[in-house]
């Protein structure tokens, strides 16, 4: 069924959230928000699909966006902060998913930067973007994808994906999710826009089991390298110590477990 955005409302506090405009198929939320004139836009503002047909995920994959059957969505901020921390919205987003299917007894697992996993595969992500306007931020695209009536995935994403519905055994009401991750959201903006990033992070940790374990990450410059998740920094950049101690930091990548350092 489509979201009821009158229901969302009902469930939702006060909060930064402006509009909630729903379209019922989009190629993709973020595409949309991205290309909107600045007149129709303003900080607060989402963007839903029902469906969504050039669903976009991170490193250039697709999103599957099947019809009625996620949340596919897309909150506009504009941040008047440098590009350095946009990273950290990225989080705030993962973040506020976590928890809001907390609420409904789902511990699902941060795998930074981006992904929400439960028993390691992927029931949620987010994808922000930013437009600018030469050295000025218009405005970031903080774009969310959450896995939540799927039954079943396709063939090729079965081994990697799983739903809400698919944990539970059960339907999942949208309208209240919906609406506890927009909440959760404007609570950390405003913990963000106050410069309180180390609050952020420490929540951040709490829910990733990737610390202190071994891992492989392949960066966004072709680099590869093993060592051991000792930090997020105030940033958002994944801070990785070899064995010999050296610590080096990383703004983006792919990290998986280190499957030989659990061998012994
Ligand atoms: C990822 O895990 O790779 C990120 C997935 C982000 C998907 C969401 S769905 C709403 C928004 N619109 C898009 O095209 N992508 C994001």
């Given at each position: 069924?489509?979201?009821?955005?009158?229901?969302?409302?009902?469930?939702?506090?006060?909060?930064?959230?402006?509009?909630?405009?729903?379209?019922?198929?989009v190629?993709?939320?973020?595409?949309?928000?991205?290309?909107?004139?600045?007149?129709?836009?303003?900080?607060?503002?989402?963007?839903?699909?029902?469906?969504?047909?050039?669903?976009?995920?991170?490193?250039?994959?697709?999103?599957?966006s099947?019809?009625?059957?996620g949340?596919?969505?897309?909150?506009?901020?504009?941040?008047?902060?440098?590009?350095?921390?946009?990273?950290?919205?990225t989080?705030?987003?993962?973040?506020?998913?976590?928890?809001?299917?907390?609420?409904?007894?789902?511990?699902?697992?941060?795998?930074?930067?981006?992904?929400?996993?439960?028993?390691?595969?992927?029931?949620?992500?987010?994808?922000?973007?930013?437009?600018s306007?030469?050295?000025?931020?218009?405005?970031?695209?903080?774009?969310?994808?959450?896995?939540?009536?799927?039954?079943e995935?396709?063939?090729?994403?079965?081994?990697?994906?799983?739903?809400l519905?698919?944990?539970?055994?059960?339907?999942?009401?949208?309208?209240?999710?919906?609406?506890?991750?927009?909440?959760?959201?404007?609570?950390?903006?405003?913990?963000?826009?106050?410069?309180?990033?180390?609050?952020?992070?420490?929540?951040?940790?709490?829910?990733?089991?990737m610390?202190?374990?071994?891992?492989?990450?392949?960066?966004?410059?072709?680099?590869?390298m093993?060592?051991?998740v000792?930090?997020?920094s105030?940033?958002?950049?994944?801070?990785?110590?070899?064995?010999?101690?050296?610590?080096?930091?990383?703004?983006?990548?792919?990290?998986?477990?280190?499957?030989?350092?659990?061998?012994?």
């Open positions: 069924m489509k979201v009821d955005i009158k229901g969302v409302k009902e469930y939702m506090n006060n909060n930064i959230i402006e509009e909630l405009k729903y379209f019922d198929s190629t993709s939320t973020n595409e949309l928000a991205l290309n909107m004139v600045s007149s129709k836009i303003q900080e607060g503002d989402v963007i839903i699909g029902g469906e969504q047909t050039k669903g976009r995920g991170r490193l250039k994959r697709n999103w599957y099947p019809q009625y059957l949340l596919w969505f897309s909150i506009i901020v504009k941040p008047a902060k440098d590009f350095e921390r946009i990273p950290l919205l989080l705030i987003g993962a973040l506020s998913v976590q928890q809001a299917i907390k609420n409904i007894k789902i511990n699902s697992d941060l795998k930074w930067p981006n992904d929400i996993l439960y028993n390691n595969k992927k029931v949620g992500g987010v994808l922000s973007q930013f437009r306007d030469g050295s000025e931020i218009d405005r970031v695209v903080v774009g969310i994808g959450l896995n939540v009536n799927q039954r995935f396709p063939e090729e994403l079965q081994d990697n994906s799983i739903s519905r698919m944990i539970k055994g059960t339907v999942i009401e949208k309208e209240k999710l919906l609406a506890d991750i927009l909440d959760n959201f404007s609570d950390f903006y405003k913990l963000f826009k106050d410069g309180e990033y180390s609050k952020i992070i420490c929540s951040w940790k709490k829910e990733m089991s610390l202190n374990k071994q891992i492989i990450i392949n960066s966004s410059n072709g680099n590869k093993k060592g051991k000792v930090d997020i105030n940033k958002g950049e994944l801070i990785i110590e070899n064995t010999k101690g050296v610590k080096q930091k990383f703004i983006a990548g792919d990290v998986s477990i280190d499957k030989n350092s659990l061998r012994f």
